[in-house]
């Protein structure tokens, strides 16, 4: 049964002990020292090491690490049209979003300065397994990069179907053009990524989503490898008043509630009346194939938060940080405006999450666990160094070196003071 909460002070209080619950099951020690054991392994001993991980934990003796292109050319070829027609359209749309969204290089001519953008060379994307084969997640992900310029992208993923990951992964893998794909998954593959193996290739940075494993080895390998971010189960905060769509709430809910053991569902209204239409309606959209995953999800994460006020969401919100925000008001360019801390906002009763997760056009690759605080979701940023460059003339410079020795001076470096001074004293024409 879904639990009820009332006020601000209590749902803040109850959105808090969630967040509590999740870092928690991050900071067991033994958990820690097992990835750790983990990344020294693979580092020590490369692809044994994987071959052994993968037999311990996917049960999947390797006979090949790396999947031969033509492996995924044939799944591709194998799958459903309709299936097809519906990853080319998200793969256009994404396309689009992130070559809009691509940031621009820039030059001052005024003040001689600019920044020159440069893609990473080599990016690793991990697509986790587990319960769903998740080949929109490849799109959200590799895109990006392509759009990018990023000049060699590798995606490690789990096996499950004869050695092999799902097919379904391996087709959008083709049609993302990735260019190596590893049958590996876990821990074991971000050390493989980070360090290089016999077989895999070490990358510039690791991105995409996966279990708590996962995120503790990008967490523990950030530095020897750029990460994108640390992602968690995912997690939704619907906001709705008298005139959302009982439905539309109650069937969002247990959407993002089927996703994880570790998935958190939030809906918050003003309105008494909408709220129990809201919890009638739930277990009318339970009759799912991942209903035990959603209903125990429901039970232990999910909130119904009734508050006096609307705009009081806006608080719980950017008190929370949730990877997804939901908004079906009559005010809703009002709480956008104040909305700070959130993955994503999808405003309306018909832009939806699942268009978000599917393909709307933004990654769904997502800050979670509190993490849209200071971070933001995965885009083409991600794949893309800014670099700063100074083009200052002759004159500019001598007239700015006195102000740089005079600051060098009262920082005791003397040796910076001497270098501005140098150009003052021997100008050369």
Known sequence: MVKVVRGIKEAKEAILNIRKRQLESLNEQTFFTTVTKIINNVK??????????????????????????????????????????????????????????????????????????IPVEKAG???????????????????????????EISVCTPPSF???????????CYLAKVDKVYTIGGAQSIAAMAYGTQTVEKVDIICGPGNKWVTEAKRQLFGKVGID????????FIIGDDTAIPEFCAVDFVS??????????????????????????IPDYLNINNKDIAESVIENNGLLILVDDIKDSIL???????????????????ILDELKNVGVIFLGAYSHHVLGDYIAGPSHAMPTGGTANFSSGLGVDTFIKFVPYVNIGKHEAIELSHSASIIGKAELM????????????????
């Open 44 to 117: 020590d001993f490369g692809d044994q090491a994987l071959i052994n991980y993968t037999k311990d934990f996917d049960n999947v003796t390797l006979e090949n690490i790396l999947i031969p292109q033509k492996v995924l050319k044939d799944n591709w070829d194998n799958l459903d049209q309709k299936l097809k027609n519906s990853l080319m359209l998200a793969s256009k749309r994404i396309r689009e979003y992130h070559k809009i969204s691509k940031p621009k290089e820039w030059y001052d001519k005024k003040n001689q300065y600019g920044v020159k953008n």
């Open 125 to 151: 994307i991990y697509i986790p397994g587990g319960n769903a084969p998740l080949l929109s997640t490849v799109l959200m992900t590799v895109i990006p990069a392509k759009v990018a310029g990023v000049s």
């Open 162 to 172: 004869h050695g092999l990951p799902h097919p379904f992964i391996l087709a959008a």
């Open 229 to 236: 971010g640390l992602y968690g189960p995912t997690e939704s």
């Open 256 to 281: 993002q509630a089927e996703h994880d053991i570790s998935s958190v569902p939030l809906f918050c209204t003003n309105s008494e009346k909408l709220l129990y239409k809201v919890k009638k309606l």
């Open 316 to 334: 719980l919100v950017n008190t929370f940080a949730p990877e997804h925000v939901s908004v079906m008001t009559k005010i809703n360019n009002e």
């Open 414 to 429: 003397e040796g910076h003071a001497n270098s501005a001074l140098e150009r003052i004293n021997k100008q050369i024409d």
